[in-house]
């Protein structure tokens, strides 16, 4: 049986961790892994505001969790070596992050596996404002997407992507509740893809143990 230890970064509400934690924690879930050969866990949530609410859903769920702030770093690259040197330590073999509002750089990319998840159908409306853009752009969908993490922004290769219609007259509020609701059904789904392909050995998780 191979073990896979999971680190969930994180800088707010935590939803999204809460939702991945929940379903690996599930005895079907549970059994899938084990048929092919896996058990895995969350081992580490890592968190870059010290006022993230996600502390708490992990401190309900026993989830070990560490601060790095990148206000104590004068530089990104200086971040990225604290929060690799973390993982690092901690024999991390898959990232995922989940609603971490830093954009890592090209050195830690290639050190870990790292996967995440963008609320619009990439590559359209990259970026920090993808619900509102999506919303107000000319396509008749919306979408959520699950990629692997590169050094160039919202750009990995893809896992996951599924699309939602619009509706018409339809408010922001209530378009951004379909999203949200989309990304905790596809999430898990494009997790447990990533892990069967881990089974396969295909290399993903030995960046962080070669």
Do not use: W
Not at 140 to 153: I, K, R, T, Y
Not at 170 to 186: A, G, K, N, P, V
Request: aromatic residues 8%; glycine residues 8%.
């Amino acid at each position: 049986m191979k073990h896979i230890n999971i680190a969930i970064l994180f800088s707010g509400n935590g939803s999204n961790l809460e939702n991945i934690a929940q379903f690996l924690r599930l005895d079907s879930t549970k059994d899938k892994l084990e048929s092919i050969g896996l058990k895995v866990a969350i081992t580490l949530g890592l968190c870059n505001n010290p006022n993230a609410y996600g502390l708490k859903r992990c401190e309900n769920l026993g989830i070990p969790t560490q601060i790095i702030s990148h206000k104590d770093y004068h530089t990104r690259e200086a971040f990225d070596e604290a929060i690799s040197e973390v993982l690092q330590k901690a024999r991390i073999d898959l990232v995922v992050l989940a609603g971490f509002m830093r954009i890592l750089g090209a050195e830690i990319t290639k050190q870990f596996t790292i996967m995440n998840i963008h609320p619009s159908f990439l590559p359209l409306y990259k970026g920090a404002h993808a619900i509102r853009d999506s919303f107000l752009g000319s396509e008749d969908f919306g979408g959520v997407s699950v990629h692997f993490v590169d050094e160039n922004l919202d750009s990995g290769e893809m896992v996951l992507q599924e699309k939602i219609p619009k509706i018409a007259g339809e408010s922001l509020q209530d378009f951004e509740h379909r999203i949200h609701t989309l990304e905790y059904q596809i999430y898990p789904q494009a997790l447990l893809r990533v892990l069967e392909d881990l089974a396969r050995g295909n290399g993903l998780g030995d960046k962080t143990k070669a």
